[in-house]
């Protein structure tokens, strides 16, 4: 026999001291996660099975066994389904890279590693057999292979594999249980963990004994009358098929009949999934095919803006041996995704006029994701428009599109927005104040999608989308609330001949660094901005594009000034006697600060050192 003793990847171990030692409260959850692991390796066999029978061929009766050593102090977890090779073992249970350790880890140790939702939520479920092992001890052998290995670790930072024997496809766990985990050693405890935890998984779950004893009811929990199911049933099926420790916040369990039949029971978690931005945005709902599990890799069961939910859906109307390249191209599918699209759209309709506060937390959660949908799903962007929610300038609550168009101004023909990629920083922008004193309500645009969804819907309810930051934001046709008159700070303003007359001097100096200056109104207490051009990109997604490595237009912005400002108006006096150096160095430090308020950088940052020192001195003499 060889023995090849391998070190678990880095940092494997100290996430295995934080599992070990410090993490759980409720240390029973670990019969959980192994059984779990274990249904889903059988569902797996089950699924090569319909299309390679050998696989299974002499053991196709899938079942978890339970078996306690009392003498020995060992409790076994045995499955017969789809097992791995020594390459699995090494990538499955030597790291935890795909589940994010360093994440984990840094999660862990802000939690004060008491957070029970950190394993389910980082993949990491069969090292929490650790916390009440001081071996593990895993049996292996891959379905259509002869070969089987052994796993062997004390969980402090090496494993070893070796050659084993195995009669059969599947997996052995067995666990060494440290002295005072003895409670797991007693079959009462053994039967209520099961009861409690993993009743709803198909696959039957026996105890090993003088007599075998099946724990769980082994049906398939979708298949049953939701009237029959209890709310604690949904919670811990959830758990199981999202792998995850927190709450559902929402449960869809129905069965559609008519041309095309299934059911579904889908979960919206109650926390962000580890891998909902990864650039894959790969959903996670298992088909199945008359209770035979098919897939869990599936993206046309559902639109990818709706990968967060979780859930299993079967129909009996797709063929046992469908191939995931059939998939791709079945109707019967794509008329289950319109179906199952629609109904958890509609439910979220329901949640958002019924449950304002418990609606603000999913789009907290997962709103970003699903402006994806007004973008990708022409279908039901109407949907996806009204279910969306904003920050914006009227208060901290999130708003809808409807209840912007409700309260906009006399003379207000456009949706105002902001974008940016930090929510603080967008309320301190000087191109809101014009906005602000006139009580205009613009809305806060902070994920990177809103700059590709807002110019493919274009307008709402007939009112265009309008960027504050670009040269078409015009605000001279709304007025302030009660005064109608004209803005009283107008009558502060520089001559504006005056004021033209130094914007014409800003831009001699400024040369191709602009691509014009002139005077603005969305201006109140700063003394510059600087806007993109109406026909030109968005200065956001300027910026966004270039930090992802694209070749992107330089267009130079436009300067505007505001003519009420005391610094503007001390300028304009300047330029009476025409350029001067003190005219030069003002031009390049206000659009060198302008560039500074909207998160850019200052192109000669010499140069502005240099100005600055200057206009100090001159200030302090």
């Known amino acids: 026999m060889t023995e090849e003793k391998l070190s678990f990847q880095a940092e494997v171990s100290k996430l295995l001291h934080i599992v070990t030692h410090s993490l759980y409260s409720n240390k029973e959850i670990f019969l959980r996660e192994l059984i779990s692991n274990a249904s889903d390796a059988c569902d797996k066999l089950r699924y090569e099975s319909q299309t390679d029978s050998s696989l299974s061929e002499g053991d196709s009766n899938f079942r978890i066994t339970l078996k306690v050593d009392k003498d020995a102090k060992t409790l076994t977890i045995a499955d017969n389904g789809i097992g791995m090779n020594h390459d699995d073992l090494i990538n499955n249970l030597g790291t935890i890279a795909k589940s994010g350790t360093e994440a984990f880890i840094k999660a862990a140790e802000e939690s004060g590693k008491t957070d029970v939702n950190l394993i389910g939520q980082f993949g990491v479920g069969f090292y929490s057999s650790f916390m009440v092992a001081e071996k593990v001890v895993v049996t292996t052998r891959k379905a259509g292979e002869d070969k089987a290995w052994a796993w062997e670790s004390n969980g402090e930072g090496e494993y070893t594999i070796t050659d084993a024997e195995r ?4 997996t052995t766990i067995v666990m060494h249980l440290r002295e005072d985990q003895g409670e797991y050693l007693e079959d009462m405890r053994l039967r209520n963990i099961v009861t409690t935890y993993s009743d709803h998984i198909d696959i039957p779950i026996v105890l090993l004994g003088e007599e075998e004893e099946t724990l769980n009811s082994a049906s398939a929990i979708w298949t049953r009358a939701a009237k029959d199911i209890s709310e604690e049933q949904y919670k811990e099926f959830y758990h199981h098929v999202a792998h995850a420790f927190d709450e559902p916040w929402l449960t869809l369990h129905n069965k559609v009949e008519g041309v095309i039949e299934y059911t579904n029971l889908l979960f919206i978690p109650g926390s962000r999934p580890l891998d909902l931005f990864t650039p894959e945005r790969k959903n996670h709902l298992k088909l199945y095919v008359n209770r035979v599990f098919i897939t869990d890799d599936c993206d046309e069961v559902i639109p990818q803006y709706l990968r967060f939910v979780r859930g299993v859906v079967d129909s009996g109307d797709l063929p046992l041996n ?14 289950i995704k319109a179906g199952l699209t629609k109904k958890i759209l509609s439910e979220l309709k329901k949640k958002a006029e019924k449950d304002t506060e418990g609606y ?3 789009w907290d959660t997962f709103g970003a994701v699903m ?31 409807a209840e912007y168009v409700e309260r906009m101004k006399d003379g207000q023909d456009q949706i105002y927005y902001i974008s940016g990629e930090d929510l603080d920083s967008l309320k301190r922008s000087p191109q809101l104040e014009g906005f602000k004193a006139k009580g205009v309500e613009v809305l806060f645009m902070t994920d990177p999608i809103d700059e590709f ?10 009112k265009s989308f309008q960027s504050i930051t670009k040269g078409g934001a015009d605000l001279s046709k709304i007025k302030k609330d009660g005064d109608d008159a004209e803005d009283d700070k107008k009558e502060d303003a520089a001559d504006k001949d005056a004021i033209d007359r130094l914007c ?10 602009v691509q014009e200056v002139r005077s603005t109104d969305r201006l109140t207490d700063s003394a510059v901005c600087i806007v993109a051009s109406e026909s030109a990109m968005d200065r956001n997604l300027q910026r966004m594009l270039k930090q992802h490595g694209q070749d992107v237009p330089n ?8 003519p009420t400002h005391s610094l503007i108006k001390k300028l304009v006096d300047l330029s009476v006697d025409g350029t001067s150096q003190t005219l030069d160095d003002a031009a390049h430090l ?19 050192a240099k100005r600055l020192t200057s206009a100090m001195e001159k200030g302090l003499v």
């Open 322 to 335: 469908v191939s995931r390249e059939m998939l791709q191209h079945n109707p019967v599918l794509a008329k």
């Open 371 to 401: 402006k994806e949908g007004i973008y990708e799903d022409f279908a039901h962007r109407k949907e996806c428009l009204s279910l969306a929610r904003f920050k914006s300038t009227h208060g901290d609550e999130w708003v809808s599109l």
């Open 590 to 608: 206000l659009l060198d600060q302008a560039r500074i308020i909207e998160g850019e950088t200052v192109p000669d940052m010499t140069a502005f």
């Open 555 to 562: 267009e130079a912005p436009i300067l505007e000034l505001n």
């Open 504 to 513: 014409a001097a800003f831009k001699v100096v400024l040369g191709d660094e």
């Open 360 to 362: 603000s937390t999913f």
């Open 453 to 462: 969804w807002i110019p493919a819907v274009s307008q709402f309810e007939e």
């Open 167 to 170: 009669d059969s496809h599947g």
